[in-house]
């Protein structure tokens, strides 16, 4: 019986170079996007715009109801005095065309912040009436929904919730790095999208 017996043959280094060798590299991009104004400096202009309504109120208001006899402090209605329905009015007068015209009120503007829409884009009217009227009369009555601006990721109170808007900074961004992974072929980058 012959013995027929074939060697493996190894495999050579030259075998290897056929298939490509496939690496990734991390590439980096750099985005600024316009700083959420927090809780405090919303309050602060916050209590700026009050001062100037109750200031307009003050000036214009109560007058017109003393001369036309009408009572500023008796509750009629729910218990709110025609006096406080008026001084409501005024406020949500005030916070819904500041904010569609100019984007922000005075307070605002004093405190260099201002609301845009999350997704980007003009802000429509309906989104600063559910804004305005109807979110801030909800928070306004309650207190509370003011507080989700301290612990939501995007600082938004419940009235920017309901209206998916935000407060942003005028003149502060947030640098935001991304990174992104690419395929490259034997130290070349492939074109975008290209698959192996």
């Known amino acids: 019986m012959s013995d027929n017996h074939v060697e493996p043959q190894s495999i050579t280094e030259e075998a290897c170079v056929a298939t490509p060798k496939t690496a990734y590299t991390i590439v980096e991009s750099e985005q600024f996007q316009a700083k959420y104004a927090g809780f405090w400096i919303r309050l602060w202009a916050y209590l700026i715009d009050f001062v100037i ?15 036309v006899g009408i009572e500023i402090t008796s509750p009629s209605f ?7 329905v008026t001084f409501l009015i005024l406020l949500l007068l ?4 500041m904010t569609k015209l100019l984007q922000q009120t005075v307070g605002k503007m004093i405190m260099a912040i201002k609301v845009v829409p999350s997704n980007g884009g003009d802000l429509t009217w309906g989104t600063v009436i559910i804004r305005e009227t109807i979110g801030r009369f909800i928070s306004k009555t309650l207190t509370v929904p003011y507080l989700l601006a301290i612990f939501m990721p995007r ?18 961004y947030e640098k935001i790095i991304t990174e992104k992974r690419v395929r490259r072929l034997d130290g070349h980058q492939l074109p975008e999208g290209s698959n192996l």
Do not use: C, M, W
Not at 78 to 84: E, I, T
Not at 157 to 172: C, G, K, R, S, Y
């Open 94 to 97: 005030y916070f819904t065309l």
């Open 155 to 172: 600082k938004e109170a419940l009235h920017d919730i309901f209206a998916d808007t935000n407060v942003v900074h005028e003149q502060a």
């Open 53 to 67: 309504i109750g200031a307009v109120s003050g000036i214009i208001i109560k007058p017109i109801f003393r001369v």
């Open 78 to 84: 729910l218990l709110f005095s025609p006096y406080k």
